[in-house]
């Protein structure tokens, strides 16, 4: 049963920092790509970041500069670095990873950027 759990999220001031954390269980996760979307309210949900599972990074052009996403396979965890934040940043963000074809997302965590 593949498990997604999302840790790290909270208040903070604009240009503040936060690092998200998601946990990964019941799949080989050293062999998928992991990912990061976030959904803000009246939003549609949207990538913030992806991993390979060679180490390849790709971000939305929003977050380029500010977000650094890594992966460590040993503990199965994809983590979310979060710079310079601002109050558009503010949604719940959410772990995912496809496997044969399935979507499989975390609970999500809130982020909110607040002075």
């Known amino acids: 049963q593949v498990q997604l759990r999302e840790s790290g999220g909270g208040l903070v001031q604009p240009g503040g920092s936060l690092r998200l954390s998601c946990a990964g269980s019941?799949?080989?996760?050293?062999?998928?790509?992991m990912s990061w979307y976030r959904q803000a309210p009246g939003k549609e949900r949207e990538l913030v970041a992806s991993?390979?599972?060679?180490?390849?990074?790709n971000y939305a052009d929003s977050v380029k500069g500010r977000f650094t996403i890594s992966r460590d396979n040993a503990k199965s965890t994809v983590d979310l670095q979060m710079n310079s934040l601002n109050t558009e940043d503010t949604a719940v963000y959410y772990c995912s990873t496809k496997w044969y074809g399935n979507s499989y997302w975390g609970q999500g965590t809130q982020v909110t950027v607040s002075s």
């Open positions: 019941g799949f080989t996760f050293s062999w998928l790509p």
């Open positions: 991993i390979g599972a060679a180490g390849r990074t």
